[in-house]
């Protein structure tokens, strides 16, 4: 037995020495190997988040650096073409720089609701029973403890962060917890804890409020990567925080989700070019009274399937709005009359 453990270490080893050699594959691996980084609680998504395998399949694709951007297109294929991104004309289209834009805050907000989910639901308030169906309220008070959610503080002096994304203020025990979320590029984390950690020393709530004050930064890389003591400033929350849903949730807003993930977002900003219509699908979507939350009925919409030149091999069905409908690998898994909410 010892020596199939022997072994098996001494294989695993020479493989992952091989992957993180590959000056291309190798980098997202090469970026852990630092004393900040929490290996194996970066990788834990694979084993515990239970998403679909084209979902994992696309993020493990966005960390070996495989998808075809027209950077890789450019630098690696050795292509004529323009390697700047195709959505703000600015930058090089690299992955990391479609994965981590700085104006992209979907994922941020997330997370943000998730937490203040759990917050609230400690406190006894009512609250949906999926934290994605909860709608932050800007203040929730009880008894003696205030939560704000993204509220500016006033105060005494102009100030540039004042606004931190929830405030907990305890009243009767005088203690005040600033939680800070940020979704940057993975090789970014440990400098952005640092500047979450520090950026809110002048904003001086212990002195306006005479409370103990403290900042609790959350901080996950758009790829998943998760710093050492990660759960640690979970757990100086006052609710019990699940830190791979925290993770998953950074996962699922940089992948999969049609509407505003960024790698789909890219998509859809392609418009008609970079794109082989290889025909059309009739799609039906669901009419729904937004307020009462109930399905109306069903209205017919013509979509066109689109071979995409930018992750192949990867089809996708587009509303004649331009909406990005859904994605599949094979054109022939679409069936006809499908149920989708667009």
């Known amino acids: 037995q010892n020596s199939k453990g022997r072994l098996r ?7 992952l020495e091989r992957v993180v050699s590959k000056p291309l ?4 691996l090469r970026s852990l190997q630092n004393r900040w980084t929490d290996k194996e609680k970066t990788f834990a998504w694979l084993r515990s988040a239970g998403l679909k395998g084209e979902t ?5 694709a966005a960390q070996d650096q495989a998808l075809n951007t027209r950077y890789h297109q450019k630098k690696i294929i050795g292509l004529d073409v323009d390697s700047k991104c195709r959505v703000c004309n600015k930058n ?4 990391s720089h479609i994965i981590a834009p700085t104006e992209y805050t979907h994922r941020h907000n997330k997370i943000a609701t998730y937490l203040h989910w759990s917050i609230v639901k400690e406190l006894g308030q009512q609250v949906p029973e999926h934290w994605y ?5 800007p203040v929730v008070e009880r008894e003696d403890v205030v939560v704000m959610y993204d509220e500016a503080v006033i105060t005494d002096r102009t100030i540039g962060a004042n606004r931190p994304d929830i405030i907990i203020h305890n009243k009767r025990e005088k203690r005040c917890t600033l939680i800070d979320v940020s979704v940057p590029a993975d090789a970014n984390i440990a400098a952005k804890e640092v500047e979450k950690r520090c950026k809110y020393k002048d904003l001086e709530i212990a002195r306006m409020w005479n409370t103990k004050t403290k900042v609790v930064q959350v901080v996950v890389g758009a790829l998943g990567t998760l710093k050492i003591g990660f759960e640690n400033y979970l757990e100086e929350l006052p609710c019990r925080v699940n830190a791979e849903q925290v993770q998953k949730i950074s996962l699922l807003g940089t992948a999969p989700n049609p509407t505003k993930g960024p790698i789909y977002r890219t998509i859809n900003a392609l418009g008609s070019r970079d794109h082989e219509d290889v025909g059309t699908i009739p799609v039906t979507r669901k009419v729904s009274n937004s307020k009462a939350g109930v399905v109306d009925g069903e209205q017919p919409l013509e979509c066109s399937i689109w071979k995409l030149s930018y992750y192949p091999p990867r089809n996708v069905v587009i509303s004649r709005s331009g909406v990005l409908v859904a994605t599949r690998h094979n054109i022939s898994q679409f069936v006809e009359g499908i149920a989708l909410g667009v």
């Open 133 to 137: 169906d909860h709608q932050p309220a």
């Open 25 to 28: 594959h190798g980098q997202f």
């Open 56 to 60: 994992e399949s696309l993020l493990v």
């Open 9 to 15: 270490s001494a294989i695993f080893r020479e493989r």
């Open 92 to 95: 090089d289209e690299t992955v």
